[in-house]
Nanobody
């Protein structure tokens, strides 16, 4: 099993930045692909960004390209999501998850964190 804990969420004004962290337990984090996902009230959960276990492949949803950057530090068992130029539409609970393949398909992710709230004010 992998246990994931997100942190770094909070309240920020439009145009500001936040960096989310995803701390993983154990020594096998490097063997998993990692993704960030978000869910706003009344909306379906959507894929934000994905990174392969080796870090060589990434995926970003179109609305996040150029604003968000996904990364990982396997030596620290930690993944990150750097979010810049935040918009009110980015307000959501953000989740990290790991799975066997670097894909935007949420069904491929086996272990999920509890989520961290990001609120972007106008």
């Amino acid at each position: 099993q992998v246990q994931l804990v997100e942190s770094g969420g909070g309240l920020v004004q439009a145009g500001g930045s936040l960096r989310l962290s995803c701390a993983a337990s154990g020594r096998t984090f490097r063997t998993y692909a990692m993704g960030w996902f978000r869910q706003a009230p009344g909306k379906e959960r959507e894929t934000v960004a994905v990174i392969s276990w080796a870090g060589g492949n990434t995926y970003y949803a179109d609305s996040m390209k150029g604003r968000f950057t996904i990364s990982r530090d396997d030596a620290k068992n930690t993944g990150y999501l750097q979010m810049n130029s935040l918009k009110p539409e980015d307000t959501a609970v953000y989740y990290c998850a790991v799975g066997p393949a670097a894909t935007p398909d949420q069904n491929r992710y086996n272990y999920w964190g509890q989520g961290t709230q990001v609120t972007v004010s106008s």
